[in-house]
């Protein structure tokens, strides 16, 4: 596996569209991990009111690496992840700070707190929280503060939604782009969730919505952080040929990733094929 491409897609398996129970969820994570592609796969995410179900789904002496979903508020979220089983290292909490058309702040600062409790000074190891902010009001100015909290010392980053249900969730070329470039601006490390389930950009004939496609982010992102200003930033995240993006994307595939942690998939097998398809994987299948 590329170095590129390390930790890329997290297992959301639980999550829509795909919504695999938790006892599936997780025997297909651990072939995941077993497998010739793992170190595509980063950890297991799972709701935090779900969390303690996990304890029984694990074989004797197992060890699982998960992502805790906020679905609580942040103060219980304090609590699911320090009365976790031992054999569940928690690696990483994420949680939407605000409503579309809120102020982001308060709900950041909150985090900002939680991340602060997981760090004390001197432990080490730690863990990593990810802000999921909206792309509408009050973005900048939680940008700023992400990036006050990271010069800090603290390990928190921001997350951004690429899709879902509605038009709306879907952010344009432009705005993810100027978003990217913000976050480069910033050295703000970012991950993505929803609406990525193929490489390129493409038009979901059931549901009539335009999807950004995780090829053209890697892409748009690779761009930016060699210092691409927005539009030819957008005009990669708007490409529906994969060809320039494969181009841009292979001179880069020996070198770590900058900037994009990575994003959630229901699916492992559907990026993994894709990537295949596009030459920027070779291996076959033994999942």
């Given at each position: 596996?590329?170095?590129l491409?390390?930790?890329l897609v997290?297992?959301?398996?639980v999550f829509p ?5 938790l006892?599936?969820?997780v ?8 497998s ?16 303690a179900e ?8 197992e ?8 679905d609580v508020p942040v103060a ?5 992840r320090?009365?976790?089983d ?11 700070v ?7 702040l308060?709900?950041l ?7 602060r409790r ?8 730690g ?11 009050g973005?900048?100015?939680?940008l700023?503060?992400l ?14 939604r ?21 976050c ?11 609406g ?6 493409h038009l979901?004939?059931?549901t009539?919505?335009?999807?950004h496609g ?7 992102t690779l ?6 200003a927005v539009q ?5 995240l ?11 994307v292979?001179?880069?595939l020996?070198?770590?990733r900058?900037l ?6 229901c ?5 993994l ?6 030459g920027?994987?070779?291996?076959g299948?033994?999942?």
């Amino acid at each position: 596996m590329p170095a590129l491409l390390d930790g890329l897609v997290d297992d959301a398996a639980v999550f829509p569209p795909g919504s695999a129970p938790l006892p599936d969820a997780v025997a297909a994570h651990r072939r995941h991990r077993a497998s010739w592609y793992a170190n595509l796969v980063g950890p297991l995410l799972v709701p935090a009111t779900r969390l303690a179900e996990l304890a029984d789904l694990l074989d004797a002496g197992e060890r699982i690496e998960v992502g805790v979903i906020g679905d609580v508020p942040v103060a219980r979220l304090d609590e699911a992840r320090t009365v976790a089983d031992p054999r569940i290292r928690v690696r990483q909490v994420e949680a939407a700070v605000a409503k579309r058309g809120e102020d982001p702040l308060p709900g950041l600062t909150e985090l900002v707190g939680l991340t602060r409790r997981a760090n004390p000074p001197g432990a080490g190891g730690g863990l990593t929280v990810y802000a999921e902010v909206p792309l509408t009001f009050g973005l900048m100015g939680a940008l700023d503060a992400l990036a006050a909290a990271r010069a800090e010392g603290l390990p928190v980053a921001a997350k951004f939604r690429t899709g879902g249900l509605a038009a709306e969730l879907f952010p344009t070329p432009a705005e993810l782009a100027a978003v990217i470039c913000a976050c480069r601006d910033r050295g703000l490390p970012f991950k993505l969730t929803a609406g990525l389930h193929q490489a390129v950009r493409h038009l979901d004939p059931e549901t009539g919505f335009t999807h950004h496609g995780f090829a053209n982010v890697l892409a748009a992102t690779l761009a930016a952080a060699e210092g691409a200003a927005v539009q030819p930033v957008a005009e990669l995240l708007t490409a529906t040929d994969p060809r320039p993006l494969v181009q841009l994307v292979e001179g880069h595939l020996a070198a770590p990733r900058p900037l994009w942690v990575g994003y959630g998939s229901c699916s492992i097998l559907e990026p993994l094929t894709d990537l295949i398809r596009l030459g920027l994987v070779n291996g076959g299948f033994d999942a």
